[in-house]
Structures are given as C-alpha cells and as structure tokens.
C-alpha cells in the first residue's frame, strides 16, 4: 500500500514510524537481518525502509531486500532510490523490476558521490538532482499511479550546501512541487533548531507530512563518526553527558534510548509531529526499548504513554 494513504488513513491523534535497514554485505549478515525484521515486524511499523547503497553498491541486495520485506514479510516497503551512477535505461529497469515486486513507495534521492570521489557527478543528465528523480516518476503515465513518492530533507543543512537555509527550503519546495509525498529527514539531536526549521518550511507552504529521522546513539564511536558525516549539531548539553561514560557501551545505549525518547516527546508536543522514522543501523534492542518506554508497541499505539517528562538533559542518566 502507498504510504500517502497509510498517513491518510491512520487516525491523527495516534503516532506512527517506519525502520531504516541497509542491505548486509554477507549471506549471514543479509539472514540475521531478515530474522531482526521479522521480530521487528510485532511492532507494528507502518513501513520498512531500504537504503540504496552509495553509488548503487548494493542494487541487487536492496531489491532482494525490499522484495522480501514486501513479497514475503507483507511489510509495506520503501525503497531509497538514488541518482548515482544511474546509467540511462537503469533508472527504468529498476522501477519495473520494484513494481513488479508489488513496492509501491520509493524515497527519491540524489545520493552521494561514489565512494573515493569527492565531486557528484551526474551518470545520466536527466537526473542531476533529487527533483528530477520525483518528476520522473510523479509525472510518467508509466509510474505516476503506481508509486507514492519521498523526499529527503536536512534540518541541519546539506554537507554539501553552498547556499542558505532558505535556497535549501526552496529546493526541498521544488521536490514537493515535483510530486512528493512525505518528506523524512536526516537524523538529527538539536530539537530546538529542528522545530524553529519545521515552523520555516511550513511558512513557506511545504504542507506535507515531515517524519523525522530518529537515530538512538548505539556506541560513542559510531555517533561522532555519523554526526560528522551527516554535518549534524549536537548540543552541548549531549556532549557533555556523553564526555564521562563514552568509554561504557551500555551506559551509551541506555543514553541514546532516553534521549530518542525525550526527543519524541518533545517533537510530539512542540511540533505536533505523527510519524517516526527510525535509523535503526539494523539493530532491534535500542528502538524497541523506545518504543516500549514510550508504551507504542502492541496493538493500540499511543493510547497508554505517559505524560511527557521534559527534564533537563542532565536527567537523562
Ligand atoms: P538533492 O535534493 O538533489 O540535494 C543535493 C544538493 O543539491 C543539496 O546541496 C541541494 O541544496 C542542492 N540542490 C537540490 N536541488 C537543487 C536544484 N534544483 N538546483 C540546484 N541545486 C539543488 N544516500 C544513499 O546513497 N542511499 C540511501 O539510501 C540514502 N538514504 C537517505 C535517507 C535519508 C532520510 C536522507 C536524509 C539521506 C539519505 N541518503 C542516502 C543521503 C543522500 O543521498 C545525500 O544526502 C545526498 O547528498 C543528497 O541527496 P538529496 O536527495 O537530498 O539531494
């Protein structure tokens, strides 16, 4: 099912949210996700989402992927679909084959330069941005009816960007204009700009529903090496409560799930945001620990979560 009709059709008062997996390199790593899904599957995710590999690495591993979570798990799926290293005629072989496997949902996006490269340079000049890849798709009469359409979105700024915040909400506007569904955004920790940001877009006229990217920091390596590679702030506040336990893996885990659970609530009740998109690095414990302590898993999500306890970040541990 579209996920534009899912939204449409879940009840506004009840939150929801989608896991991210990326496609594992070994037949053993690639069986143990499957088995992580299908446990995750008991907490009901309104879809699952599949990373396309930096430069198109991992196409047959996401199709296969995808069409498992799809065909075999019936987990409404979608796809991330990049520009990269598209030559002409791929961009087409890769939707029919997606379709044919009953994906109805593909998240548009420019992607990265290849591995090595520094500069992003087009494969196949129809598609030098991620618009292009939404207007492709939104205005064929091949796929217009077939898929429902994502964009990406950056509350911190786009590493690459060479212009300001408002160029950039232009661009993300363009996307929309274009055909886009749902905006889901990169992972973030600063709550504060996230919201000053999502009040801007949504003065600009970008109505569509905005699923934040939640990442619950899983080891301190692994969160400064991804908050550098995605340009994202972090506040003070969270440096300094990591600074003491950074060398004790479980004392960071169990930071990372009260944090992303903070960050809901906050994102919940400042923001009046409905849908959850969860980076899950394809690990299980920490987002069902969340989901758990926000009391969403099982079968009336939301209807038992406990009033929002906003303290300060230093009450956290
Ligand atoms: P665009 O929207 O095209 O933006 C790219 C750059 O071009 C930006 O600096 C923007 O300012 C500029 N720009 C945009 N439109 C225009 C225009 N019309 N004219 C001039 N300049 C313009 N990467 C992967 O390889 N695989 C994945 O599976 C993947 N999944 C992701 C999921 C999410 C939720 C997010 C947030 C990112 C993901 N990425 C993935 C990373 C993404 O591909 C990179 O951040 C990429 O550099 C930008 O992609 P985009 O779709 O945002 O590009």
Redesign the pocket.
Known sequence: MKLSDKIAAHDPSQPFYTF?F?PPRTDQGFENLVSRISRLATLNPLAI????????STKDR?LELASLTQGDYHLDTLL?????NMEQGLVDEVLKAVRDRGIQNI???????PRGEEE?IPSDPRF??????VSYISASPEYSSDFCVG????PDG??????DED??ID??K??VDAGSDFI????FYDVDQFLRWLAKIRSKGITVPVIP?IMPIQTYASFVRLTKL?GTRVPACITEDLAPISHDDQLVKDYGVKLAVQMIRRLRLEGGIQGF?F?TLNLEKSVQRVLETLRWAGDTPGTMEPPAEMGPPDLLI
């Open positions: 991210e990326f989402s599949v990373t396309w590999g930096a430069g198109g996401s991330h679909l990049t520009c990269t998240l548009a996006l420019r992607g990265d330069p992003w030098t941005h991620a618009v292009d890849l964009v990406a979105a950056y786009h590493t690459e960007s060479t212009t160029k950039e661009y993300l363009a996307k889901i955004t990169q992972l990217g995605c998109h980076c």
